[in-house]
């Protein structure tokens, strides 16, 4: 069953609304006051979602989708809109729009998710920083429902389109695209093929300490995987890899096909098991706030505490609440806001906790949460 849809968002609504022309001067001056509601209503009133090209690429596109059955229930929606005051502007309208209206076209979920750097006014960080991020963002909420999602890419620049159709194929899931002179989806459903799995068995370090730190100084880098030069690095990684210049120094960082090839793969948690990765602090440094409260339950869940601090990649462990009604012996664990959430129930009451580490992607705490999980069944 497919009921999210990941949704590339880009400028004709706007356009249609700023000439003046399609919803009249009320919308443009709604517009340019930012009273955005008010034209979601305007959109509301109009007719035909599938064919009137007034509504924009993306809810003509999204109508297509709901109509061909595409997908089999309208449960999220997350649309990805540009690192602009214009994408902020358009993504609350169509937030607004699908969230509510009569042609059978509302999500019960919608999210507007903007793409830092994703911004054609400087060809530099659109493409270092923009791209990235926007594989990093479709590629995390993909993850989360991989086999309910479908990515639109009808919206947005050309380089999105394309992309967004490497990642749909890297990771088995269907992309979709609408031609401007046609009322109907086309479906690309995805390859039954995957990628050499072997590059990233030969450079899993690589692909591990890129993904967790974003950027790394190029020195840095070759140290840390044992080349003297540039000119070390094979020419098959490199296809994966951009070289930048910032500020007279040399960066080296995922390319967005290294990016879309490291969601293709099957990763290898040990590669963290690398000093680059480790915290710089004595274990008795990297607790905090576990002397304000929950005393009886720090005294009798120290031991476990004591394992946590102990582990190389936390940099820090923060107490956040407490509760000493009893709850039985269990744990959970979190990835989320750039931390991991470990909660601790005993028999004395619950301690809620969040680790910190020196890197804090998804992927690179997902791979501490593994080892945290492992310690804490091993102790509790």
């Known amino acids: 069953m497919r009921d999210h849809v990941i949704c590339t968002v880009g400028a004709s609504l706007q356009n249609n609304i700023v000439r003046g022309l399609v919803f009249g001067e009320e919308a443009k001056r709604f517009y340019e006051e930012d009273r955005l509601s008010e034209i979601s209503r305007i959109l509301r009133k109009q007719d035909d979602p599938l064919n009137n090209r007034n509504f924009g690429a993306e809810i003509n596109s999204m109508a297509s989708i ?13 649309l990805l809109v540009s690192d602009t005051t214009e994408g902020e502007k ?25 793409v830092e750097g994703l911004n054609d006014s400087d060809e ?28 639109n890419a009808t919206g947005g620049y050309k380089a999105q389109i394309a992309y967004a159709v490497a990642l749909g194929q890297a990771l088995g899931i269907p992309v979709c695209y609408r031609f401007d002179r046609f009322n109907h989806m086309v479906e690309l459903p995805p390859l039954p093929i995957g990628l050499d ?20 100084e190029l020195s840095e880098f070759l140290k840390v995987i044992g080349w003297k030069s540039w000119a070390d690095v094979p020419e098959k990684m490199k296809l994966f890899l951009d070289r930048v210049h910032i500020d007279g120094k040399d960066f080296v960082a995922l390319n967005p096909m290294g990016l879309i090839y490291a969601e293709s ?9 690398h000093p680059i990765f480790y915290s710089n602090r004595e274990p008795e440094e990297k607790l905090v706030g576990f002397e304000i409260h929950g005393q009886k339950v720090v005294k009798q869940a120290y031991k476990i505490i004591e394992k946590l601090v102990e582990l190389p990649w936390i940099n820090s462990l923060h107490l956040t609440g407490s509760s000493e009604k009893s709850s039985g012996s269990s744990i959970r664990t979190l990835v989320q806001d750039g931390c ?4 601790l129930f005993t028999e ?10 020196r890197y804090r992607s998804d992927r690179f705490l997902e ?13 509790i």
């Open 66 to 78: 709901v109509k061909q059955g595409i997908v089999d229930q309208r449960e999220t929606l997350y």
């Open 90 to 114: 358009i993504g609350k309208i169509l937030k607004d729009y699908f969230k509510e209206n009569d042609h059978e076209l509302d999500f019960k979920n919608v999210h507007v998710v903007k």
């Open 124 to 151: 530099f960080t659109f493409r270092n920083k923009g791209l990235r991020n926007l594989i990093r963002e479709m590629a995390k909420y993909a993850r989360l429902n991989r086999e309910r999602v479908v990515i």
């Open 197 to 216: 799995q072997k590059i990233y068995n030969e450079n899993k370090l690589i692909f591990t300490l890129l993904d967790a730190a974003g950027e790394l």
């Open 265 to 273: 793969v099957e990763w290898d948690y040990s590669a963290i098991d």
């Open 340 to 343: 991991l959430k470990v909660e």
């Open 348 to 357: 004395k009451g619950a301690l809620y906790m969040k680790a910190y580490c």
């Open 367 to 379: 791979a501490v949460r593994f080892k945290v999980e492992k310690v804490l069944s091993e102790n």
